[in-house]
Protein backbone atom coordinates (compact mmCIF):
# COMPACT_ATOMS: atom_id res chain seq x y z
CA UNK A 1 0.00 0.00 0.00
CA UNK A 2 1.03 3.14 -0.68
CA UNK A 3 0.51 7.24 -0.25
CA UNK A 4 -2.14 8.20 0.75
CA UNK A 5 -3.55 5.21 2.46
CA UNK A 6 0.08 4.83 3.79
CA UNK A 7 0.98 7.50 5.56
CA UNK A 8 4.47 7.14 8.42
CA UNK A 9 3.31 10.58 9.91
CA UNK A 10 0.32 8.81 11.48
CA UNK A 11 2.28 6.79 14.12
CA UNK A 12 4.90 10.14 14.77
CA UNK A 13 2.33 12.41 15.90
CA UNK A 14 2.12 11.21 19.44
CA UNK A 15 4.57 10.71 21.72
CA UNK A 16 3.09 7.74 23.49
CA UNK A 17 3.00 5.98 19.88
CA UNK A 18 6.52 7.32 19.25
CA UNK A 19 7.79 5.52 22.23
CA UNK A 20 5.41 2.40 21.58
CA UNK A 21 7.02 1.94 17.95
CA UNK A 22 10.64 2.77 19.04
CA UNK A 23 12.74 -0.12 17.92
CA UNK A 24 16.21 0.29 19.62
CA UNK A 25 16.02 1.30 23.64
CA UNK A 26 19.73 2.03 25.78
CA UNK A 27 19.69 0.37 28.79
CA UNK A 28 21.83 0.63 31.74
CA UNK A 29 22.74 -2.61 31.29
CA UNK A 30 24.25 -1.97 28.16
CA UNK A 31 26.79 0.74 29.17
CA UNK A 32 30.46 0.17 30.64
CA UNK A 33 32.63 2.92 31.73
CA UNK A 34 35.97 3.04 31.94
CA UNK A 35 38.40 4.24 34.24
CA UNK A 36 42.02 4.91 34.65
CA UNK A 37 44.00 3.76 37.89
CA UNK A 38 47.32 4.90 39.48
CA UNK A 39 49.50 4.45 42.49
CA UNK A 40 49.71 6.70 45.59
CA UNK A 41 46.46 8.08 47.75
CA UNK A 42 44.22 10.75 47.25
CA UNK A 43 44.83 11.61 43.86
CA UNK A 44 42.40 12.45 41.38
CA UNK A 45 44.46 14.03 37.84
CA UNK A 46 42.05 15.57 35.65
CA UNK A 47 42.84 14.47 32.31
CA UNK A 48 42.75 17.81 30.45
CA UNK A 49 41.93 16.16 26.94
CA UNK A 50 38.86 14.63 28.66
CA UNK A 51 36.69 16.61 30.65
CA UNK A 52 35.01 15.18 33.66
CA UNK A 53 37.89 11.90 33.32
CA UNK A 54 40.55 11.70 36.14
CA UNK A 55 43.31 9.27 37.23
CA UNK A 56 42.62 7.90 40.34
CA UNK A 57 44.38 6.42 42.89
CA UNK A 58 42.93 3.23 44.39
CA UNK A 59 40.65 4.83 47.33
CA UNK A 60 39.55 7.90 45.31
CA UNK A 61 38.40 5.23 42.48
CA UNK A 62 36.90 2.91 44.81
CA UNK A 63 34.90 6.44 46.26
CA UNK A 64 34.36 7.38 42.55
CA UNK A 65 32.89 3.99 41.80
CA UNK A 66 30.09 3.68 44.83
CA UNK A 67 29.18 6.92 43.56
CA UNK A 68 28.42 5.77 40.04
CA UNK A 69 27.06 2.36 41.13
CA UNK A 70 24.54 4.17 42.69
CA UNK A 71 23.33 5.82 39.78
CA UNK A 72 23.02 3.14 38.07
CA UNK A 73 26.35 2.12 36.34
CA UNK A 74 26.37 -1.25 36.79
CA UNK A 75 30.08 -2.49 34.96
CA UNK A 76 33.66 -0.73 35.08
CA UNK A 77 36.61 -1.13 32.24
CA UNK A 78 40.22 -0.66 34.37
CA UNK A 79 43.43 0.65 32.52
CA UNK A 80 46.20 0.85 34.93
CA UNK A 81 48.91 3.66 35.04
CA UNK A 82 51.92 1.61 36.44
CA UNK A 83 54.69 3.46 39.10
CA UNK A 84 57.44 1.47 36.94
CA UNK A 85 57.67 0.53 33.52
CA UNK A 86 59.88 -1.93 31.96
CA UNK A 87 60.77 -4.20 28.32
CA UNK A 88 58.14 -6.19 28.20
CA UNK A 89 55.56 -5.07 30.44
CA UNK A 90 55.52 -7.93 32.73
CA UNK A 91 55.02 -5.53 35.90
CA UNK A 92 51.09 -5.48 35.11
CA UNK A 93 51.47 -9.49 36.19
CA UNK A 94 52.64 -8.71 39.62
CA UNK A 95 49.83 -9.81 42.33
CA UNK A 96 50.63 -5.65 43.89
CA UNK A 97 50.19 -4.27 40.09
CA UNK A 98 47.73 -1.03 40.64
CA UNK A 99 44.84 -2.82 38.53
CA UNK A 100 45.20 -5.87 40.71
CA UNK A 101 44.51 -3.35 44.03
CA UNK A 102 41.93 -1.68 42.66
CA UNK A 103 39.81 -5.16 41.56
CA UNK A 104 40.57 -6.41 45.10
CA UNK A 105 39.23 -3.08 46.69
CA UNK A 106 36.39 -2.46 44.25
CA UNK A 107 34.94 -5.87 44.60
CA UNK A 108 35.35 -5.85 48.10
CA UNK A 109 33.56 -2.41 48.91
CA UNK A 110 31.33 -2.53 45.65
CA UNK A 111 30.59 -6.41 45.05
CA UNK A 112 27.91 -6.05 42.53
CA UNK A 113 29.81 -3.73 40.60
CA UNK A 114 30.97 -5.55 37.45
CA UNK A 115 34.64 -4.93 37.08
CA UNK A 116 36.58 -5.98 33.82
CA UNK A 117 40.24 -5.43 33.55
CA UNK A 118 42.17 -4.30 30.14
CA UNK A 119 44.39 -6.50 29.48
CA UNK A 120 47.57 -5.11 27.35
CA UNK A 121 50.95 -4.28 28.10
CA UNK A 122 51.18 -0.80 26.67
CA UNK A 123 50.35 0.95 29.65
CA UNK A 124 53.52 -0.98 30.84
CA UNK A 125 56.26 -1.14 28.68
CA UNK A 126 59.14 1.79 29.06
CA UNK A 127 58.53 2.02 25.17
CA UNK A 128 54.49 2.41 24.67
CA UNK A 129 54.09 -0.68 22.45
CA UNK A 130 51.68 -3.38 23.67
CA UNK A 131 54.18 -6.17 23.45
CA UNK A 132 57.84 -7.07 23.63
CA UNK A 133 59.90 -5.83 21.03
CA UNK A 134 61.94 -7.87 18.53
CA UNK A 135 64.46 -6.11 15.97
CA UNK A 136 62.56 -3.40 16.13
CA UNK A 137 59.09 -4.31 15.85
CA UNK A 138 56.12 -6.50 18.26
CA UNK A 139 56.86 -9.80 18.59
CA UNK A 140 53.92 -11.87 18.60
CA UNK A 141 54.56 -14.53 19.89
CA UNK A 142 56.71 -13.88 23.55
CA UNK A 143 54.19 -11.21 23.61
CA UNK A 144 51.35 -13.88 24.49
CA UNK A 145 53.09 -15.06 27.27
CA UNK A 146 53.37 -12.04 29.28
CA UNK A 147 49.22 -11.52 28.33
CA UNK A 148 48.63 -14.58 29.13
CA UNK A 149 50.15 -13.98 32.48
CA UNK A 150 48.71 -10.53 33.27
CA UNK A 151 45.37 -12.25 32.31
CA UNK A 152 45.58 -14.64 35.06
CA UNK A 153 47.16 -12.40 37.49
CA UNK A 154 43.75 -9.73 37.14
CA UNK A 155 41.88 -12.90 37.44
CA UNK A 156 43.46 -14.15 40.80
CA UNK A 157 42.47 -10.42 41.93
CA UNK A 158 39.08 -10.95 41.21
CA UNK A 159 38.32 -9.68 37.83
CA UNK A 160 34.81 -10.62 36.77
CA UNK A 161 36.12 -10.53 32.72
CA UNK A 162 39.28 -9.52 31.13
CA UNK A 163 39.60 -7.94 27.85
CA UNK A 164 42.48 -8.22 25.49
CA UNK A 165 43.20 -5.20 23.75
CA UNK A 166 46.34 -5.85 22.32
CA UNK A 167 45.65 -7.13 18.81
CA UNK A 168 48.05 -10.21 18.77
CA UNK A 169 47.33 -12.94 17.04
CA UNK A 170 46.70 -15.97 19.07
CA UNK A 171 46.15 -14.06 22.13
CA UNK A 172 42.38 -15.60 23.04
CA UNK A 173 43.56 -19.15 22.91
CA UNK A 174 46.91 -18.61 25.36
CA UNK A 175 44.90 -16.67 27.55
CA UNK A 176 41.51 -18.96 27.77
CA UNK A 177 44.26 -21.96 27.88
CA UNK A 178 45.99 -20.45 31.21
CA UNK A 179 42.61 -19.29 32.83
CA UNK A 180 41.12 -23.05 32.57
CA UNK A 181 44.22 -24.36 33.30
CA UNK A 182 43.86 -22.58 36.61
CA UNK A 183 40.19 -23.14 37.63
CA UNK A 184 38.93 -20.03 35.60
CA UNK A 185 37.11 -21.67 32.93
CA UNK A 186 33.75 -19.34 34.01
CA UNK A 187 35.98 -16.42 33.68
CA UNK A 188 35.00 -14.50 30.48
CA UNK A 189 36.71 -13.20 27.93
CA UNK A 190 35.85 -10.02 25.89
CA UNK A 191 37.97 -9.40 22.86
CA UNK A 192 39.25 -6.43 21.11
CA UNK A 193 39.00 -8.10 17.58
CA UNK A 194 38.50 -5.72 15.07
CA UNK A 195 41.09 -2.73 16.58
CA UNK A 196 41.58 -0.28 14.56
CA UNK A 197 45.00 1.87 14.00
CA UNK A 198 42.90 5.03 14.71
CA UNK A 199 43.47 8.46 15.08
CA UNK A 200 40.29 8.91 17.75
CA UNK A 201 42.71 7.15 20.48
CA UNK A 202 44.74 10.04 21.00
CA UNK A 203 43.21 11.97 24.55
CA UNK A 204 43.57 8.29 25.96
CA UNK A 205 46.77 8.15 25.47
CA UNK A 206 47.16 11.17 27.39
CA UNK A 207 44.97 9.29 30.01
CA UNK A 208 47.01 5.67 29.86
CA UNK A 209 50.26 7.50 29.98
CA UNK A 210 50.60 4.72 26.73
CA UNK A 211 51.90 7.06 23.92
CA UNK A 212 54.11 4.49 21.75
CA UNK A 213 57.98 6.07 22.18
CA UNK A 214 58.69 5.13 18.58
CA UNK A 215 56.60 4.33 15.29
CA UNK A 216 52.52 3.40 15.31
CA UNK A 217 50.36 0.30 16.22
CA UNK A 218 50.31 -0.22 12.30
CA UNK A 219 51.97 -3.91 12.61
CA UNK A 220 48.98 -5.08 14.93
CA UNK A 221 46.22 -2.82 15.24
CA UNK A 222 43.97 -3.10 11.55
CA UNK A 223 43.50 -0.74 8.96
CA UNK A 224 40.35 1.85 9.24
CA UNK A 225 39.95 0.68 5.67
CA UNK A 226 40.00 -3.19 6.02
CA UNK A 227 36.25 -4.66 6.58
CA UNK A 228 36.84 -8.20 5.99
CA UNK A 229 39.66 -8.19 7.51
CA UNK A 230 37.53 -7.46 10.72
CA UNK A 231 35.62 -10.31 10.05
CA UNK A 232 38.90 -13.08 9.90
CA UNK A 233 39.77 -11.74 12.71
CA UNK A 234 36.14 -11.97 14.59
CA UNK A 235 36.16 -15.54 13.27
CA UNK A 236 39.31 -16.29 14.96
CA UNK A 237 38.62 -14.89 18.64
CA UNK A 238 35.28 -16.92 18.68
CA UNK A 239 37.55 -20.03 17.41
CA UNK A 240 39.56 -19.57 20.08
CA UNK A 241 36.80 -18.95 22.92
CA UNK A 242 36.32 -14.95 22.90
CA UNK A 243 32.83 -14.72 24.41
CA UNK A 244 32.46 -11.13 23.70
CA UNK A 245 34.16 -9.84 20.38
CA UNK A 246 34.88 -5.72 20.40
CA UNK A 247 34.97 -3.24 17.88
CA UNK A 248 37.23 -0.24 18.16
CA UNK A 249 36.35 2.67 17.49
CA UNK A 250 32.39 2.84 17.08
CA UNK A 251 31.49 5.70 15.36
CA UNK A 252 33.24 5.55 12.22
CA UNK A 253 33.03 1.97 12.35
CA UNK A 254 29.38 1.37 12.91
CA UNK A 255 29.19 -0.79 9.08
CA UNK A 256 31.96 -3.29 10.57
CA UNK A 257 29.82 -3.47 13.92
CA UNK A 258 26.43 -4.14 12.00
CA UNK A 259 28.82 -6.57 9.92
CA UNK A 260 30.11 -8.70 12.51
CA UNK A 261 26.22 -8.65 14.16
CA UNK A 262 24.87 -9.97 10.82
CA UNK A 263 27.79 -12.72 10.56
CA UNK A 264 28.44 -14.01 13.81
CA UNK A 265 26.05 -15.36 16.69
CA UNK A 266 28.20 -13.98 19.38
CA UNK A 267 27.66 -10.76 21.72
CA UNK A 268 29.17 -7.48 20.37
CA UNK A 269 30.73 -4.92 22.12
CA UNK A 270 31.77 -1.19 20.51
CA UNK A 271 34.28 1.30 21.97
CA UNK A 272 33.39 5.12 21.97
CA UNK A 273 36.71 5.86 22.29
CA UNK A 274 38.07 8.49 23.66
CA UNK A 275 38.34 10.81 20.49
CA UNK A 276 34.82 10.39 19.88
CA UNK A 277 33.86 11.34 23.47
CA UNK A 278 36.75 14.51 23.69
CA UNK A 279 34.97 16.20 20.11
CA UNK A 280 31.67 15.89 21.28
CA UNK A 281 32.82 17.94 24.95
CA UNK A 282 34.75 20.18 23.37
CA UNK A 283 31.69 21.47 21.12
CA UNK A 284 29.57 20.96 23.44
CA UNK A 285 32.41 23.51 25.67
CA UNK A 286 31.85 26.19 22.71
CA UNK A 287 27.89 25.83 22.88
CA UNK A 288 27.52 24.31 19.40
CA UNK A 289 25.72 21.40 20.01
CA UNK A 290 23.30 20.18 22.72
CA UNK A 291 25.84 17.38 24.49
CA UNK A 292 22.77 15.23 26.29
CA UNK A 293 20.86 15.11 22.90
CA UNK A 294 23.93 14.54 20.52
CA UNK A 295 25.25 11.43 23.58
CA UNK A 296 21.69 9.96 23.36
CA UNK A 297 21.67 9.56 19.87
CA UNK A 298 25.36 8.73 19.47
CA UNK A 299 25.02 5.90 21.68
CA UNK A 300 21.71 4.29 20.51
CA UNK A 301 22.89 4.72 16.53
CA UNK A 302 26.10 2.48 17.73
CA UNK A 303 23.38 0.02 19.43
CA UNK A 304 21.18 0.39 16.67
CA UNK A 305 24.04 -1.22 14.48
CA UNK A 306 24.42 -4.37 16.47
CA UNK A 307 26.55 -3.16 19.10
CA UNK A 308 24.77 -5.18 23.08
CA UNK A 309 27.70 -3.60 24.38
CA UNK A 310 29.00 0.09 24.49
CA UNK A 311 31.78 1.04 26.51
CA UNK A 312 31.57 5.11 27.25
CA UNK A 313 32.87 7.99 28.85
CA UNK A 314 29.62 9.48 28.50
CA UNK A 315 28.25 6.43 30.51
CA UNK A 316 28.54 8.12 34.00
CA UNK A 317 26.58 11.75 32.41
CA UNK A 318 23.95 9.41 30.93
CA UNK A 319 23.26 6.82 32.80
CA UNK A 320 20.44 8.73 35.58
CA UNK A 321 18.66 9.10 31.63
CA UNK A 322 18.33 5.65 31.31
ZN1 LIG B 1 48.01 -1.81 24.08
Redesign the pocket.
Known amino acids: MSFPATRLRRLRKSAVTRNMIRETRLNRSNLVMPLFVKHGSNIMNPVTSMPGNYQFSVDRLTEHCKMLAGSGVQSVLLFGIPEKKDETGDVASSPDGIVQQAIRSLKNEIPGLFVIADV????YTVHG??GTIINGDVDNDSTLTTLARQSLSLALAGADMVAP??MMDGRVAAIRKVLDNNNFHNLPIMSYSAKYSSAFYGPFREAAE?KPEFGD?ATYQMDPANKDEALREVALDVEEGSDIVMVKPALGYLDIINEIKGNFNIPVAAYNVSGEFSMVKAAAEKGWIDEKRIVMEILTSIKRAGADIIISYHTKDIIAEL
Not at 120 to 123: A, H, I, K, T, V
Open positions: CNCEHCSDSR
